[in-house]
């Protein structure tokens, strides 16, 4: 029965929201534990017993018995698949697609099946992992199992499904590489069709590496041509830069112009030469000044540098193994920044980040620092936990520093800023949160985790500089709270 939610409180509305989440997510793992049980119905094998004949007639018309998860899954019937998809009303392939993913976890992956039967995570995110890691060994799963039982249900989505790749290159490294040269066989460039306004889709499978090589071209000319585009938008400054690809001759000249410090019309004569052109782009000096610039950030082990084996994070292109990163670098230029030390104290009287500071931040925190936010992009805005007070006396300590930093993407800043919500940062990378009616949540390294009322609001009085940590309890929803003073 549907319980009438009409003229309660906001409280109680957030509080059966947690309640229906966690129903949902309860009765998706009910349901599929049913599908279990009727795998292991029919999990012996239909040709045992047979004569020759018999057995052979069997394996013509498909009554054997197939193995729809990963290594060390038990078979399954086929011909069991008909009847629980009908009774389910779906069709066969999803159910049979559903009956693998929970093989898989279940003999697999047990330690995050065993978050998924306490309801504290989506089902379908583990059933996402259990597909992707199929192929992967069974005496090597536990990587992949291990690391995401621990953040999938404290982390963002897209956070975990990137971990959880990652540790499936761990696993089979061998594996990633012949994958990936199965996709470099797949590339492909097409040009489509005309539209009514006589624009065509050019769509292409690449490499990550020429990826990152046009993408940086499209953002070099883009940039040049706002000086004679002022009023286009980046995306048609970005589709006119594209076209110059087909017309290498102007895209040269055009970056050569922007990159040599001369009288364009003098210029302009000598670039009717091709040889001229040539001339120049012989010069290392220039052709450096023309190559684009892109800064590339990976993260990386120093146990992996020394055994040369290991995991690169890449930002923006994901996981690689070692031989793909040196793939990715291959034929660049590459400038080595100095190791950040996070253990530095940067602070500022300023009100704005300095880029030092930004970076340290990010280091830190991966990414937005708004409860169970996905995005680990550096095109944030960096926020002051504890908001930025305007004309403080100058003997305050300084407010703006990695004591009281955090990247919040847009929205979220507009919200913490315009919407009720308060924060403070209580540690290295680790943030109080409290929103409009009264819900509390701890954001650090492991991700998001509903806070004690009471324990935030200590957090939140606390003195500058001072850190609290309590025991885990489970979260009591407090209607009373008032965090908005």
């Known amino acids: 029965m549907t319980t009438d939610l009409r003229d309660l409180p ?13 129903a949902r997510r309860l009765a998706e793992v009910d349901e599929l534990e049913v599908l279990l049980q009727w795998a292991a119905m029919h999990g012996t094998d239909p040709l045992d017993g047979l004569e020759p004949r018999e057995r052979d007639h069997a394996r013509r018309i498909g009554k054997v018995l197939r193995q729809l998860g990963g290594e060390g899954t038990p078979g399954v019937q086929d ?24 093989l898989d976890l279940q003999h697999r992956m047990p330690a995050t099946w065993a978050v998924c039967q306490a309801g504290d995570c989506d089902l379908w995110v583990a059933r996402l992992v259990a597909s992707r890691s199929r192929k992967l060994p069974v005496d090597r799963m536990w990587i992949v199992d291990q690391a995401v039982a621990r953040m999938i249900a ?4 897209s956070r975990t499904l990137d971990v959880a790749d990652a540790k499936i290159v761990e696993a089979d490294p061998a594996r990633a590489e012949e994958k990936a040269e199965q996709a470099r066989e797949r590339r492909f460039a097409a040009v489509g069709q005309s539209d009514e306004d006589e624009l065509r889709m050019v769509v292409a499978r690449v490499t990550a590496a020429d990826a990152a090589g046009v993408d940086a071209v499209l953002a070099r ?4 041509l706002l000086v004679s585009h002022p009023d286009a938008s980046l995306d048609e400054r970005r ?8 017309r290498l001759g102007e895209l040269f000249a055009l970056l050569l112009r922007d990159a040599v410090d001369t009288d364009p019309e003098d210029l ?3 670039l009717a030469l091709p040889a001229e052109v040539l001339e120049l782009l012989r010069d290392p000096a220039i052709a450096a000044r023309i190559a684009p610039q892109s800064v590339l950030y990976v993260h990386l082990h120093e146990a992996g540098l020394l055994s040369g084996e290991g995991v690169a994070r890449v930002e923006g292109l994901g996981p690689h193994t070692l031989s793909q990163l040196q793939m990715l670098l291959a034929g660049r230029t590459v400038v080595v920044t100095p190791v950040i030390d996070l253990s530095d104290r940067v602070r500022t009287t300023a009100y704005e980040h300095p880029e030092s500071l930004k970076a340290r931040v990010h280091l830190v925190t991966g990414g937005d620092y708004w409860p169970y936010a996905a995005s680990v992009s550096r095109r944030v805005d960096y926020d002051h936990p504890t908001p930025y007070r305007p004309g403080a006396p100058p ?10 930093s955090g990247p919040l993407g847009r929205r979220h ?5 315009h919407a009720g919500y308060r924060s403070r940062q209580c540690g290295h990378g680790r943030y109080v949160w409290a929103t409009p009616h009264g819900l509390t949540f701890l954001v650090d390294h492991r991700g998001t985790r509903p806070l004690d009322p009471d324990h935030a609001r200590q957090m939140f009085a606390a003195g500058d500089g001072i850190e609290l940590y309590f025991p885990e309890e489970p979260l009591t929803l407090d209607l009373d709270l008032d965090l908005t003073g």
Not at 10 to 22: K, P, S, Y
Request: hydrophobic share 45%; charged share 20%; proline share 3%.
């Open 154 to 157: 404290t982390e963002a989505i």
């Open 239 to 246: 589709s006119m830069a594209m076209g110059y690809f087909g």
């Open 10 to 22: 906001a409280a109680v509305v957030l509080a059966a929201a947690t309640d229906r989440v966690r």
């Open 413 to 417: 800043h507009r919200w913490k800023t």
């Open 268 to 270: 302009a004569s000598a």
């Open 221 to 224: 000319v883009a940039k040049i």
């Open 79 to 102: 011909f069991c698949l008909g009847e629980i998809a009908a009774a389910l009303g779906r069709h066969v392939n999803s159910t049979r697609a559903a009956i693998a993913d929970g």
């Open 395 to 404: 003997e305050d300590p300084p407010q703006t520093g990695n004591h009281n």
